[in-house]
């Protein structure tokens, strides 16, 4: 990321661009997703993620049918020490009953604690809690007759007798804990690496009728990873692209609540706030500007059908925004099974309870294949992202239609000639590209049609074909913009001004083309980093959105990253734990990082490739070898050239 910048209203912060979080200061842009609770909860979390103690916080897989877990605080008990109160309050701080109502009882009536701020994720082995200073003393009393057990790591009454401490004293605890990662107000992701990783808080406790209680508790929720794995799961909130012809995924991080309704709630709210300040004005929001659900009854699950009431503000949309806004609630709820809901195949929406008109049939500016429902062109992009990786065979052009054997397309021969590298399409097969002439030319062209020069440059980045056909290939030392084309088009300029003075190694476009996936070089790192595409009414790039989403903050070196779905990426890295090696690594954007393969790549790779099959990850190694994903190792693939990304 590029630091610190302002963020506008209805957006969400992401991508560690914000550092207020850290010191409990809530972001801009609307009230917190966590606040939400204050007025629905009465239940407490359950479900599961798969957060692992040790390393990269890894999410999960969906829930299915697992019955959820019911997690409930542990109330304090008499006689505990200080420390003993702080780790209680910790670990309380997961159930959300009733406005966290066994947190509460650790702390003094009259504290202010606000857990809607941020959640920090800490490492389980890294929690150190230690007194500092006491004034005061306490009083020595009789025994009582009898003595509640005590918790393990809790102090108990000696045989002798117990202290009571007198009113008033008052004690400092020190916390300190390594921070894996910080979920912010709205839900957002955001890995914590180096010096942002070590956290301590001093925290106040006084005595009341003879018990220690904190005094002036930390802003939000600490929660260690297996409190976190037991409460928080992933979902993506949808938001259509500037031109509302597709839907992008926004993932974010919420509380598994026991009331479905509940949990669906706390997605909606962060919905309708709009989406992560990164994609900028690549995407759009279906919600009128000050929307939100109303208090009674926001969200009802019946059967199959979600019904979202909305606030007065709603009826300010126009009929493009409700069709979009229907179409964003839908697909998004659609995502929830993960977060413990029914599955979900219609969404109701109302005013007030009120009817809420959204019309139907050809809404102006929409422009789709066949429908006018941006969830629906949303399930065609999906299904198109089976098309095969692609390759070379003798300077021809071809597809890994049977695995590993690359099937030359003879359609495609008016891309061959000698020296060509790295073929590229779009998701639906409809525009081809070939790097050329020693990588100062990017030929293109559709099936049995005649090839062109679509973009000229010096040592160009391998090819990626969006969308709408534009064809994207940048200069390993771009400037202030880059100039991107396409058949039959002029040329587009894209400004970029945060590429320069960077040297770019590899730009992939997502399919649905809102989002640039950018390898960049600047001095002794490597960033992957993913930013929004903005475009014109016509569709035309017109620049690449800036505050990128730094997706692995720890890493130390990037070989090629390339899209695997519409939520995740595979990216060739060394990290700051292992630097001397390369992997293959799994990460979801605005999410978690986790191996791919369990062995690093051959130390020549430069580049990757991701498949559909059962063989699902190619690697180019510097030699001209290919080697594929194999049981949790690299297999090298005889007579293989150049497998590449689709995109």
């Given at each position: 990321?590029?630091g610190?910048r302002h963020?506008?209203?209805g957006?969400a912060?992401?991508?560690?661009t914000?550092?207020?979080?850290?010191n409990?200061v809530?972001?801009?842009?609307g009230?917190p997703?966590?606040?939400v609770?204050?007025?629905?909860?009465?239940?407490v979390l359950?479900?599961?993620?798969g957060?692992?103690?040790?390393?990269?916080?890894?999410?999960a897989?969906p829930?299915?049918?697992?019955?959820?877990?019911?997690?409930?605080?542990?109330?304090p008990?008499r006689?505990?020490s200080p420390?003993?109160?702080v780790?209680?309050f910790?670990q309380?701080?997961?159930?959300?009953?009733?406005?966290?109502?066994v947190a509460?009882e650790?702390l003094?009536?009259?504290?202010e604690?606000r857990?809607?701020?941020p959640v920090?994720?800490?490492a389980?082995?890294?929690?150190s809690v230690?007194?500092?200073a006491t004034?005061?003393?306490p009083?020595?009393?009789?025994s009582?007759?009898s003595?509640?057990?005590p918790r393990?790591?809790?102090s108990?009454?000696s045989?002798?007798g117990?202290?009571r401490l007198?009113?008033g004293?008052?004690?400092?605890v020190?916390l300190?804990?390594?921070?894996?990662?910080?979920v912010?107000?709205?839900?957002v992701y955001?890995p914590v690496?180096?010096?942002?990783?070590?956290?301590?808080?001093?925290?106040?406790l006084?005595?009341?009728?003879?018990?220690?209680r904190?005094?002036?508790?930390?802003?939000?929720l600490?929660?260690t990873?297996?409190?976190?794995r037991?409460?928080?799961?992933s979902a993506p909130l949808y938001f259509p692209?500037?031109?509302?012809?597709?839907?992008?995924p926004?993932?974010?991080?919420?509380p598994?609540?026991?009331e479905p309704?509940a949990?669906?709630a706390l997605v909606?709210?962060?919905l309708?706030r709009g989406?992560v300040?990164?994609?900028g004005?690549?995407?759009?929001?279906?919600?009128?500007?000050?929307?939100?659900?109303?208090a009674?009854?926001?969200?009802r699950?019946?059967?199959?059908t979600?019904r979202v009431?909305l606030?007065?503000?709603a009826?300010?949309?126009t009929?493009?925004q409700?069709?979009?806004?229907?179409?964003?609630?839908?697909?998004t709820?659609?995502?929830l099974?993960g977060?413990?809901?029914?599955s979900?195949?219609d969404?109701?929406i109302t005013?007030?309870q009120?009817?809420?008109d959204v019309?139907?049939?050809?809404v102006?500016?929409?422009?789709?294949?066949?429908s006018n429902?941006p969830a629906e062109r949303?399930d065609?992009y999906?299904?198109?992202?089976a098309?095969?990786?692609?390759c070379?065979?003798n300077d021809h052009?071809g597809q890994?239609?049977?695995g590993?054997?690359?099937?030359?397309r003879?359609l495609?021969?008016a891309?061959?000639q000698?020296g060509i590298?790295?073929?590229?399409t779009?998701a639906?097969?409809?525009?081809?590209?070939?790097l050329a002439?020693?990588g100062t030319?990017?030929?293109a062209?559709?099936v049995g049609k005649p090839?062109?020069?679509v973009v000229?440059?010096a040592?160009?980045?391998a090819?990626s074909v969006d969308?709408?056909?534009w064809?994207w290939?940048?200069?390993a030392?771009p400037k202030s913009?880059?100039t991107?084309?396409?058949l039959?088009r002029?040329?587009?300029q894209v400004?970029a001004p945060?590429?320069?003075g960077?040297?770019?190694?590899s730009?992939?476009?997502?399919p649905?083309?809102?989002?640039?996936?950018v390898v960049?070089r600047?001095g002794?790192?490597?960033q992957?980093?993913?930013a929004g595409?903005r475009r014109?009414?016509t569709?035309?790039?017109r620049a690449?959105e800036?505050?990128?989403?730094?997706?692995?903050?720890?890493?130390?070196?990037?070989?090629?990253a390339?899209?695997?779905?519409?939520?995740q990426?595979?990216?060739?890295a060394?990290t700051?734990?292992?630097p001397?090696h390369?992997?293959?690594?799994q990460?979801s954007?605005?999410?978690?990082t986790?191996?791919?393969?369990?062995?690093?790549?051959?130390?020549d790779?430069?580049g990757l490739a991701?498949?559909v099959d059962l063989?699902?990850l190619f690697v180019r190694t510097?030699s001209?070898?290919?080697?594929?994903r194999w049981?949790?190792?690299?297999?090298?693939?005889?007579?293989?050239?150049d497998?590449?990304?689709?995109?």
């Amino acid at each position: 990321m590029t630091g610190d910048r302002h963020v506008p209203a209805g957006r969400a912060t992401g991508g560690g661009t914000t550092t207020s979080w850290m010191n409990g200061v809530l972001p801009p842009g609307g009230a917190p997703w966590l606040a939400v609770l204050g007025v629905l909860l009465t239940a407490v979390l359950a479900g599961c993620a798969g957060v692992p103690q040790e390393g990269p916080v890894t999410p999960a897989g969906p829930l299915g049918a697992r019955a959820p877990q019911v997690l409930f605080g542990a109330r304090p008990q008499r006689g505990e020490s200080p420390e003993a109160v702080v780790r209680g309050f910790l670990q309380a701080g997961a159930d959300f009953g009733k406005d966290h109502q066994v947190a509460r009882e650790y702390l003094v009536p009259d504290s202010e604690w606000r857990p809607e701020a941020p959640v920090l994720v800490v490492a389980d082995d890294s929690i150190s809690v230690q007194e500092e200073a006491t004034s005061g003393a306490p009083v020595t009393a009789p025994s009582p007759a009898s003595s509640p057990t005590p918790r393990p790591g809790r102090s108990a009454p000696s045989a002798g007798g117990s202290s009571r401490l007198e009113d008033g004293t008052t004690t400092r605890v020190r916390l300190t804990a390594t921070v894996l990662a910080r979920v912010d107000a709205g839900g957002v992701y955001t890995p914590v690496t180096g010096d942002g990783a070590k956290k301590a808080v001093t925290l106040g406790l006084v005595a009341r009728h003879g018990e220690w209680r904190i005094s002036d508790p930390p802003p939000g929720l600490i929660l260690t990873t297996a409190v976190f794995r037991n409460g928080f799961r992933s979902a993506p909130l949808y938001f259509p692209d500037a031109g509302g012809t597709t839907l992008v995924p926004d993932l974010r991080w919420f509380p598994v609540l026991a009331e479905p309704s509940a949990t669906a709630a706390l997605v909606v709210a962060a919905l309708l706030r709009g989406p992560v300040d990164w994609l900028g004005d690549a995407v759009t929001n279906g919600a009128a500007p000050g929307t939100s659900m109303t208090a009674l009854a926001p969200v009802r699950i019946e059967g199959s059908t979600a019904r979202v009431d909305l606030s007065r503000a709603a009826r300010n949309a126009t009929p493009r925004q409700r069709v979009f806004l229907r179409a964003q609630l839908l697909a998004t709820m659609k995502g929830l099974d993960g977060l413990g809901l029914p599955s979900i195949d219609d969404v109701v929406i109302t005013q007030d309870q009120a009817r809420y008109d959204v019309p139907a049939g050809s809404v102006p500016g929409v422009q789709t294949e066949s429908s006018n429902d941006p969830a629906e062109r949303l399930d065609r992009y999906e299904a198109s992202l089976a098309q095969p990786p692609l390759c070379l065979n003798n300077d021809h052009v071809g597809q890994l239609l049977a695995g590993t054997v690359c099937t030359t397309r003879p359609l495609l021969d008016a891309l061959s000639q000698p020296g060509i590298r790295l073929p590229a399409t779009d998701a639906g097969g409809t525009v081809f590209a070939v790097l050329a002439a020693k990588g100062t030319q990017v030929l293109a062209a559709s099936v049995g049609k005649p090839a062109d020069v679509v973009v000229r440059g010096a040592q160009l980045t391998a090819p990626s074909v969006d969308a709408a056909g534009w064809v994207w290939s940048v200069p390993a030392l771009p400037k202030s913009s880059f100039t991107v084309g396409g058949l039959n088009r002029g040329p587009a300029q894209v400004e970029a001004p945060w590429l320069a003075g960077g040297r770019v190694l590899s730009l992939r476009i997502s399919p649905e083309g809102a989002r640039a996936l950018v390898v960049v070089r600047r001095g002794d790192r490597t960033q992957v980093v993913v930013a929004g595409v903005r475009r014109d009414a016509t569709g035309r790039p017109r620049a690449l959105e800036p505050g990128a989403l730094d997706l692995m903050p720890d890493a130390v070196s990037v070989v090629d990253a390339g899209w695997k779905d519409a939520q995740q990426v595979v990216v060739l890295a060394a990290t700051a734990a292992v630097p001397a090696h390369i992997f293959a690594w799994q990460v979801s954007v605005g999410g978690a990082t986790t191996l791919a393969v369990a062995d690093p790549v051959p130390p020549d790779a430069v580049g990757l490739a991701v498949g559909v099959d059962l063989v699902d990850l190619f690697v180019r190694t510097r030699s001209g070898k290919s080697y594929a994903r194999w049981f949790g190792g690299w297999r090298v693939i005889d007579n293989l050239h150049d497998p590449t990304l689709p995109g």
